[in-house]
């Protein structure tokens, strides 16, 4: 991708959110109704709050909404009528649905994939190579069930198990799926969708001997 010089001077946030358009946020949130009955902090303004968190690097809501009062006036380019409370981000993460964020992720993904490939090898040495895994993100055991044996200190810390399917020439994923983190990592293999002649490579908490296939577009 050649480099432009239409973001010079933007901060990263605002270069980040310009290839977020609004229009198709309202419509996949339209689709889903995670905008209905909301008066303030819409699925797009929720959707700018969570870039902001990650580039930001913050760990918590209250970090979230302490960095983000602090910084009033002068992040006015996160096109937010209001900055969140922490008692509003609470309510937003918990009210609305994952799945509309996972149909934005899939439209941006569509769109812009054929981007991500520009400095690799034009010849990959295998075609049509999938890489699977997973991650494990730690969360108190009374929100998700912990995974592995109890430990003798009588203390274990649930979790949400992130599966992940990339393509070797890109370098973010096309798949993601979410379980807890006690769910067995073969499960997440009927959820690919796969063209014929593709490879996938996983390590062996994916292998399952039972099952026949994959399923094929």
């Keep these: ?5 239409n973001f010079s001077g933007q901060p990263i946030i605002k270069q980040v959110l310009n290839f977020i358009l609004p229009k198709d946020v309202h419509r996949t949130a339209k689709k889903h109704n995670s905008d209905r009955y909301t008066k303030k902090f819409t699925t797009y303004e929720h959707l700018a709050t969570m870039v902001f968190t990650v580039i ?3 760990s918590s809501l209250r970090e979230v909404s302490s960095i983000m009062l602090a910084c009033e006036g002068k992040i006015n380019h996160l096109g937010l009528t209001d900055f969140p409370k922490r008692s509003t ?13 996972a149909d934005i992720y899939h439209l941006l993904y569509k769109r812009y994939h054929r981007f991500l490939s520009d400095s690799r090898p ?6 049509n190579l999938k890489i699977v895994d997973s991650s494990t993100i730690p969360l108190f055991s009374d929100i998700l069930k912990g995974v592995g044996r109890n430990p003798l200190n009588g203390k274990k810390k649930g979790g949400i198990k992130m599966h992940t399917m990339i393509n070797a020439m890109e370098d973010v994923p096309c798949l ?30 994916y292998v399952d001997y039972e099952l026949k296939c994959l399923p094929l577009l």
Excluded: Q, W
């Design 1 to 5: 991708m050649n480099k432009s010089k």
């Design 89 to 101: 981000l609470s309510d937003a993460n918990r009210r609305r649905s994952s799945e509309v964020f």
């Design 56 to 58: 930001s690097g913050c």
């Design 122 to 127: 034009l010849e990959p040495a295998v075609k």
């Design 176 to 205: 993601i799926k979410f379980s807890s983190a006690a769910t067995h990592d073969h499960t997440f293999l009927k959820d690919l969708e796969l063209k014929k002649g593709s490879y996938v490579v996983f390590d062996k908490g």
